[in-house]
């Protein structure tokens, strides 16, 4: 997953701490802590644990206010 911002609004989220969650099914699935440290900021998670379907990311500040939200859509590779 990447997390991209730009040279303008970096300056003023540079260190700080946000929470990144993961809902599906209207129930929360994943909940992460994470810092923006530069222009694009990259990590793995997980989403074995998330059901398959359409997901909700929201990004919020460390007050707890949404910052950000995508729809997505989770397809779990099943090899058969």
Do not use: W
Not at 10 to 28: A, D, R, V
Not at 63 to 72: A, D, F, T, Y
């Amino acid at each position: 997953m990447s997390i991209i911002t730009n040279q303008q609004t970096l300056s003023s989220i540079l260190n700080k701490n946000f929470k990144l969650e993961i809902h599906s099914h209207n129930l929360l699935c994943i909940s992460a802590d994470f810092k923006i440290v530069s222009l694009r900021n990259s990590f793995n998670m997980s989403v074995k644990d998330v059901p398959e379907g359409i997901a909700r990311l929201t990004i919020s500040d460390n007050e707890g206010k949404p910052l950000c939200e995508r729809l997505v859509y989770i397809h779990h590779n099943q090899k058969q």
